[in-house]
């Protein structure tokens, strides 16, 4: 049977509109190819350290590298050196999403301020925060509490140095639970807590999850064979949505009978402008539960950098402690007013911060297609900042490999790792003011009350190695 000739002509018109589709289409394609690939890996395929190991690819392959990916996977693209972190982390807010890891969604982690897609949302969330947490409120209404904890820590730490670790732990858990709720957490809240950071390690353990790469399976009933991971999911969501619920509400039933002592909960919730606000309410919870995983474990992390730094730095402490007593005398400790009169201690902080920052890969998504110098960024792909990579660039730092506060002494407009480690752009740390306060007080007074020595083997000092842990939280 012939074609008529108007089926004919429809026929044409749409293979020609197809041809130049696709002929654009692959035209754009090979324009934008993904940043090379690396091929670093050790006999077992798996970096020891990940963000070293990308940091030596990129000085070969340039800035942005891509990693291998799975057949149904993302794209992953690490993002090396300071500049390309400044263009497309922080000028550009088409890279301030999260990754989309289906795991961590079926435990409900879509709610915590870390995991929260770019929008309304996290906006509003991020508005509690910077309110609560600004440098004002730091030194108007959080002073007294960082204050009396760090003395607290002290105490510990001098009553019991050989468990300075769980000492330092311990320390940073209750101030942060106090800040947060107004009352120190009990043993139930803190053994919740570390299950709800474990189970979040967990999730983002991408290529354990076949959920992960395959998303539909999201949606299989749970009591299916090979299901297993929606149960232990939802173990996982009932957890954290009693850690974050349970110390929120007993807040507010608090503040009905006047019993709470200001905290973060009680003076979001006292703001009249957001009084009548179901969504602000849920802000300010959500906010609030984030705020243990996202600040004890990072400043832990610092303080024992800092200590085993410290352990092989017995000059560098001595001109520390000098510092200080020239500044304040010997009949006081510091306090967070001494700060800015402390440069050679902004300087440890500094270098402690760049030697090694407590989270080396910041993990981003690109909610839209992007380009970066003839390289194409996908939609919805993975992309890792490398913060251990940007605080060892050679062309910022000399010998990055050496730990030297000096270097911010001798050149002042060096530039600060901070500007690193709390993040990039829309997803910078809101809690950064409080960390610094944290920070300067603990180390100032650490290095004001102690000598921190090497161990002893067969009564000889013992330089510890720098070993660091390969994790999210290093």
Not at 140 to 160: F, G, P, Q, T, V
Not at 315 to 334: C, F, H, K, S, V
Request: hydrophobic residues 40%; charged residues 20%.
């Amino acid at each position: 049977m012939e074609l008529s000739w108007s089926r004919m002509l429809i026929y044409t018109v749409f293979a020609s509109t197809l041809f130049v589709v696709i002929k654009r289409s692959t035209r754009w394609w090979l324009r934008y190819t993904l940043p090379p690939s690396s091929s670093l890996k050790t006999h077992s395929g798996i970096p020891v350290h990940p963000w070293v190991f990308y940091a030596e690819a990129s000085k070969v392959q340039g800035a942005l590298i891509s990693l291998p990916r799975s057949l149904l996977g993302p794209p992953v693209i690490v993002v090396n050196t300071s500049a390309a972190a400044s263009e497309l982390l922080d000028k550009r807010s088409v890279f301030a999403c999260r990754p989309n890891i289906p795991m961590a969604q079926l435990m409900g982690r879509q709610n915590n301020v870390g995991f929260t897609f770019y929008g309304n949302r996290l906006r509003e969330m991020r508005r509690v925060l910077h309110s609560l947490l600004s440098p004002s409120a730091v030194a108007n209404d959080w002073n007294h509490l960082i204050d009396s904890h760090s003395l607290e820590l002290i105490d510990r730490l001098s009553k019991s140095p050989e468990t300075f670790n769980q000492g330092i732990e311990v320390s940073l858990q209750e101030m942060i639970v106090c800040l947060t709720y107004g009352k120190k957490p009990d043993e139930e809240y803190i053994k919740i807590a570390k299950r709800v950071m474990h189970d979040t390690w967990t999730a983002l353990q991408h290529n354990r999850w076949t959920v992960n790469a395959i998303p539909l399976l999201r949606y299989i009933p749970s009591w299916l064979p090979g299901a297993g991971f929606k149960r232990l999911a939802s173990d996982a969501k009932e957890r954290f949505e009693r850690m974050t619920r349970e110390p929120f509400f007993a807040v507010k039933n608090e503040m009905l009978s006047g019993t709470i002592d200001p905290c973060f909960v009680r003076l979001a919730l006292e703001d009249a402008q957001h009084s009548n606000s179901q969504a602000y309410e849920e802000a300010v919870m959500y906010s609030a539960g984030s705020l243990f995983s996202a600040g004890a474990d990072t400043i832990s992390s610092f303080l024992l950098t800092f200590l085993l730094l410290m352990t092989r730095s017995q000059d560098i402490q001595r001109r520390a402690y000098e510092e200080i007593i020239t500044t304040i005398g010997e009949q006081r400790l510091p306090c967070l007013s001494d700060q800015s009169s402390m440069p050679f201690l902004d300087a440890i902080i500094q270098e402690t911060h760049r030697f090694h920052p407590p989270v080396p890969l910041a993990t981003h998504s690109t909610y839209a297609e992007d380009q970066y110098e003839g390289y194409r960024i996908p939609k919805k792909s993975w992309v890792l900042a490398n913060i251990w990579a940007m605080t060892h660039e050679t062309t910022r730092y000399d010998q990055p490999e050496a730990f030297d506060p000096d270097r911010f002494i001798q050149q002042p407009a060096a530039s600060d790792p901070r500007m690193q480690t709390f993040g990039f752009g829309r997803r910078q740390c809101p809690g950064l003011h409080l960390a610094n306060a944290v920070i300067f007080l603990n180390v100032a007074r650490i290095l004001r009350s102690f000598a921190i020595l090497p161990p002893l083997e067969n009564g000889e000092p013992v330089l510890p190695p720098l070993n660091f842990m390969n994790a999210f939280i290093s």
